[in-house]
């Protein structure tokens, strides 16, 4: 932005005086300050006219007037277009931002902040600069947050040399830096120019690690796998050409970087890695990471830390640790996980038997594939005989090979072993019982889960159950299995079995077991590497394998058997609830009778359920009125709570059976876990979600099929190695377990469900309510993302997906909420304000409605409007929004008056002759002359100024049909035009006759609108001497209308007779003032417009148009009506004819024509 770069001294000859200078001074003092905005920058704008508004003492009064010298472009003509709403310079500067400042610029310029870093090779005074810019117009950092965040965002040179210690303020950093940077200047001019050009990826002399594999520990990598594995999930690589060298001296050229979410010790950042060809380890955590983070270095022997390679979840839940623990944690995991790629084969110590109910061999058709689908099965089989995992067989059995294609397009190899489980005794060896398993992990400060590789294959098959797993596979015969297969549903009663015997209860309470998830939890950190050393040594032998990439070590913070677990305690997994804690704010009678049926169902564990859900039920009523105010959002948020806390929701009795309710919608999926316990039916837990755009092609018995397998996913933790039932209300759905053959999406679910023992029943849908309505709870959302808010779902979607993305949004009381930091005066609101619910486009115009039009709200204006609203709510656009909705209320266009200048600018009508318009009106009544006249009827030559002036007893119609027949027409000839006022007298049937005759043309002046007839100027000068030179023409109307100046009525006044002039003379006179008579007029029409129209705006309505006619009402006594009361405007009318450029004729709604009325007595419709 142009503008000057120095701030000018406070002159004492200029500071602000005891009364204001003159306009012209104040606009040509700020005109000479050079600033100059055109839509660039508006922060740096109204900081520059801060600084010198404070340096020349200037006033706001006096910057609001200047403010045409400040503006370029199209801000000059934003600022004409709506200077009438601005009265202070404090409503400018709101009106300023919201119009140049982008929506969300708060949030924009707190991810500026967080990505501004230091730049390689940028100087920190230039960084530091820049940064804290961003800070101050951000506003709401302290000095320390200030520091604290130059200091996170610093080059990891830089923290290198400067320790977190030693950053105590702005200033001892900055000096710090400029320490560094004078040392680091020094080293580079000792250093040949060679190296001097050739960038180096390697830490400092004083930082070297020499056993390290990498020279360049300072940059975190990822090898190309885990960038694969990101770009599946959205992430875009971005381009880079550059080198770094390894530490054989052989440089690798580095042509891409991906950008990942990191979390570590509570703190979320996103960080850039290199791409880096061959390494050999998922991700390479670097001191610029560990820096950003703000987490201890590692020591010298930690160089490299290899993490989970799932992206988002790199260090997730890391406990901060000391160096020293750090070394110790690094040190025994490479010893202890080095350990087992030496175990090799199956464990010895317990192997799975299949119990028949019958003899009868069971054996299934096999099916023919195509060849591509054949080489997928050729490969799978090829690698498990390899690894020896099946084996060639001569069995009497059979299960069909089937193929899933999975998500990422890659296939899955599965056996159908339903007909096999069918005839298979379940093992009831008991599974854990969950509450007890998680009262022993209470307050543990350090947690690790542990994963063994391919568990189920880890354990063997005897020898006389190995027949009865045979497949067929074309071209290799029948193969079957020497390991334990997936899908076999006593295969989890097995695998729980292996774990407590090699375990031990002796472990207890720090190592637990529940199927294939291990956790130990400790108290200290000695403890825990003393527990993970022991369960390391009883894997090994076993002969168990552990998987190193699905292990989680040191966590403090776990979700397990769905409940969230760490040194504060044991509380539910809010997924747990979700369904009904995000359940949205009804906005439908529809929607209001859904969720009362979920509600109704658990009436009985809810106290005072009917006093709770009154408010609710009273909109179910027949001919309620449809309101959603306080009362009823208190309720539903009040039985929202009931249905999600105790009793409804109970803790599971895994002695007692489960039952799960499944249902599907066209909209969602909706499952309620449920028990039947002492007290009833209990909740154990529910779930729901929408149905994607694929899912919505489904037919009916696929989206029933589908609601069974999410549902089962969700409740995994509880059903799994029990015996449940699925009640659907989908009578088609008892196929499922009976289905021939399944493939594509039905074998993949049939796959993923065999290894669970269950049975489906039918159950009517009038009985089926809560699942029912859980699955048509979406609905509501799905319709309102469908209708309206692109922004609203982009949101709620990143924050499911990407929450790192969206630091400044979260979910509360399932509705979407933005952090506000300062309010529209940049005042920092209270913490607990700063929290707006976002509202959907769909949802606006009832907020808008309830906020500007209910009685109680005010109909106030735009600027008060918008301070109510935001106080509470926020949605992209909402100035320009509320401003539409409080321009369109009819209330308010009929009852608020116009802050605008009045419309229509003097347009003057052409006169060319004397007598062609002479304006009419009527003065009086007067005191009664001595004749017993009381009223003088004016008529006004238009061109010549004439007056003439007829004294009248009465003002009749008759009386002044006369006087204008004797005074104009019979004296000076018939006029081509009329004009007069909207009197009775002057609207006659006389006079309108009088028109008809002569052929005159008569035209009324607007009601209220004097300035429309020049002969009421005329009636205030009828005591001026008529001989007077009129200031218009030039000349006496005497003149212009006899050609020669009337005789004064005293001898001594009167001129000498001039000698007589010839008649061709006399009328070339005249003929030669008439026209400078029209040159005169053309003159002072444009100077009376000059200024007329500085107070007036130049408006037009055009035919077909809506306004607003101005109401002109009388207060009436008798009536008990006060006119102050009334609605200032009426309408809307429609224009219907232009008379001339300021005057209409309009027609209302009943077809009644309003004739004649002044713009200026009009406003534009703005509604719909």
């Not at 007056?947 to 027409?969: F, G, M, W, Y």
Request: charged share 25%; glycine share 4%; aromatic share 8%.
């Amino acid at each position: 932005m142009p503008g000057p770069e120095e701030e000018p001294p406070a002159d004492p000859r200029i500071a602000p005086a005891a009364e204001r200078p003159d306009p012209a001074t104040i606009l040509n003092q700020i005109r000479k300050w050079g600033l100059h905005f055109e839509g660039k920058d508006p922060f740096a704008f109204l900081e520059r006219i801060e600084e010198l508004k404070r340096a020349y003492g200037y006033t706001d009064d006096w910057l609001l007037l200047g403010l045409p010298e400040l503006l370029r472009g199209d801000p000059l003509l934003w600022y004409r277009n709506n200077r009438e709403a601005w009265h202070t310079w404090a409503e400018f500067c709101q009106g300023f931002r919201l119009q140049y400042l982008p929506p969300g610029y708060r949030s924009q310029i707190k991810r500026e902040i967080q990505g501004r870093r230091q730049q390689s090779g940028e100087s920190f005074s230039r960084y530091a600069t820049a940064l804290l810019t961003l800070m101050r117009r951000a506003g709401g950092f302290t000095a320390q947050e200030q520091t604290e965040q130059l200091y996170e965002n610093l080059d990891p040179e830089y923290q290198l040399y400067i320790r977190p210690a030693e950053a105590t303020s702005v200033t001892e950093l900055s000096a710090r830096a400029a320490e560094y940077e004078r040392i680091a200047q020094r080293r580079r001019e000792r250093q040949p120019e060679a190296k001097r050009n050739h960038e180096h990826a390697v830490a400092a002399a004083a930082y070297s690690r020499e056993d390290c594999c990498w020279r360049c520990s300072e940059i975190s990598f990822v090898n190309p796998t885990t960038a694969n594995l990101a770009q599946r999930q959205g992430i875009a690589l971005q381009p880079v050409e550059k080198q770094v060298t390894l530490a054989d001296g052989t440089p690798v050229p580095i042509t891409h970087t991906i950008t990942l979410p990191i979390t570590a010790a509570g703190r979320t950042a996103r960080h850039t890695f290199q791409i880096l060809p061959n390494l050999d380890r998922p991700v390479l955590i670097g001191i610029d990471l560990w820096a950003k983070l703000r987490l201890t270095l590692p020591p010298p022997s930690a160089a490299t830390v290899t993490t989970n390679p799932v992206v988002g979840e790199i260090l997730e839940g890391i406990t901060p640790r000391t160096a020293e623990e750090d070394q110790r944690l690094h040190q025994f995991l490479r010893q202890e996980l080095a350990a087992f790629e030496t175990i090799r084969g199956p464990t010895t110590r317990i192997e799975h038997r299949i119990r028949l109910k019958t003899d009868q061999p069971i054996k299934q058709r096999y099916r023919p594939r195509n060849p591509a689908m054949q080489a997928i099965i050729n490969i799978e089989v090829d690698k498990m005989e390899q690894e020896g995992v099946i084996e060639p067989s001569r069995s009497a059995w059979s299960s069909p090979v089937v193929i899933v294609r999975k998500k990422d397009g890659t296939h899955r190899f599965c056996i159908d072993f339903r007909r096999l489980n069918s005839v298979t005794e379940k093992d009831a060896y008991p599974l854990p019982h969950i509450a007890a398993t998680l009262n022993k992990l209470r307050g543990a400060r350090y947690l690790s889960t542990l994963d063994l590789k391919n568990g189920y294959w880890q354990v063997p098959l005897a020898p006389d159950s190995r027949h009865v797993t045979a497949f067929t596979v074309t071209g290799k015969g029948l193969m079957q299995f020497r390991t334990m297969p997936f899908g076999l549903h006593s295969a989890p009663a097995t695998f729980q079995r292996l774990l407590d015997s090699v375990l031990g209860p002796e472990l207890e309470p720090n190592v637990l077991v529940y199927l294939d998830d291990i956790v130990v939890a400790s108290q200290t950190f000695d403890d825990h590497l003393q527990h993970l050393a022991e369960i390391f040594r009883r894997l090994r032998d076993a002969n168990l394998r552990l998987n190193a990439e699905k292990c989680h070590f040191c966590l403090d913070r776990l979700r397990y058997l769905g409940h969230i677990i760490d040194r504060q305690g044991i509380r539910t997994d809010p997924a747990k609830v979700s369904a009904i804690a995000n359940w949205p704010v009804p906005t439908t009678l529809k929607q209001v009778r859904q969720f009362l049926g979920v509600a109704s169902w658990y009436r009985r564990f809810i106290a005072d359920f009917s006093t709770l859900a009154a408010p609710l039920t009273h909109l179910t009523r027949k001919n309620a009125r449809w309101t959603w105010t306080t009362v009823e959002e208190g309720a539903f948020i009040r039985l929202k709570d009931a249905l999600t806390s105790a009793p409804v929701l109970a803790c599971p009795d895994f002695g007692q059976p489960f039952t799960l309710q499944t249902d599907a919608s066209a909209y969602g999926l909706g499952a309620v876990l449920t028990q039947q316990l002492a007290e009833g039916e209990q909740v154990i837990a529910y779930a729901s979600r929408t149905l994607n755009s694929a899912e919505k092609n489904y037919s009916a018995t696929e989206l029933e099929c589908l609601a069974v397998v999410p549902g089962i996913r969700r409740m995994r933790d509880y059903l799994e190695g029990y015996r449940f039932t699925v009640i659907t209300d989908h009578q088609s759905l008892r196929w499922l377990q009976r289905l021939e053959s399944p493939s594509g999406r039905l074998g993949r679910w049939l796959f993923e469900l065999q290894q669970f023992d269950f049975e489906i029943r039918y159950r009517k849908g009038s009985l089926n309510q809560v699942a029912d309505a859980l699955s048509r709870q979406p609905e509501i959302c799905a319709t309102k993302r469908t209708k309206a808010c692109p922004w609203y779902r982009r949101i709620t979607t990143g924050l499911r997906t990407r929450p790192v993305d969206f630091p400044d949004y979260q979910m509360r009381d399932g509705h979407l909420h933005q952090h506000i930091l300062h309010d529209l005066d940049f005042r920092e609101v209270p913490a607990e304000d700063q929290w707006k619910k976002c509202v959907p486009t769909d949802q606006r115009p009832a907020l808008l409605q309830r906020l500007h039009n209910d009685p109680t709200a005010g109909h106030m204006g735009t600027a008060k409007t918008m301070t109510s609203i935001a106080q509470l709510y926020y949605w992209p656009g909402m100035f320009r929004d509320i401003a539409r909705h409080v321009r369109a209320c009819d209330i308010c266009l009929a009852h608020k008056a116009s802050q605008q200048r009045p419309a229509g600018n003097l347009h003057t009508a052409p006169v060319a002759a004397p007598w062609h318009q002479v304006s009419v009106d009527l003065v009086g009544p007067l005191p009664r002359s001595n004749h017993g006249h009381t009223w003088l009827l004016t008529m006004q030559d238009r061109f010549t100024k004439w007056l003439e002036v007829a004294p009248l007893r009465k003002a009749t119609s008759v009386n002044v049909t006369r006087a204008l027949t004797d005074r104009v027409i019979y004296r000076h000839g018939c006029p081509q035009w009329l004009i007069s006022d909207n009197g009775t007298q002057l609207k006659s049937r006389q006079l309108e006759k009088l028109m008809t005759t002569f052929g005159i043309q008569h035209r009324t002046s607007p009601p209220y609108t004097p300035q429309c007839n020049p002969v009421e100027r005329a009636n205030r000068t009828l005591k001026t001497m008529l001989a007077q030179y009129h200031e218009t023409t030039g000349h006496s109307p005497a003149y212009l209308n006899c050609g020669r100046e009337l005789a004064r009525p005293h001898p001594e006044d009167r001129r000498q007779p001039a000698t007589a002039l010839v008649p061709d003379v006399v009328h070339r006179h005249l003929q030669d003032a008439y026209e400078l008579v029209r040159v005169h007029l053309a003159r002072a029409s444009q100077r009376q417009a000059k200024h007329y129209n500085l107070r007036r705006r130049d408006w037009r309505p055009r035919i077909g148009e809506l306004v607003w006619k101005r109401n002109h009402t009388l207060s009436d006594k008798a009536k008990a009506f006060n006119a102050k009361l009334a609605p200032k405007f009426i309408g809307p009318m429609e224009v219907r004819k232009i008379v001339l450029p300021v005057i209409v004729d309009l027609r209302d709604a009943r077809g009644r024509w309003h004739r004649h009325i002044h713009v200026q007595d009009l406003k534009a419709h703005t509604g719909e």
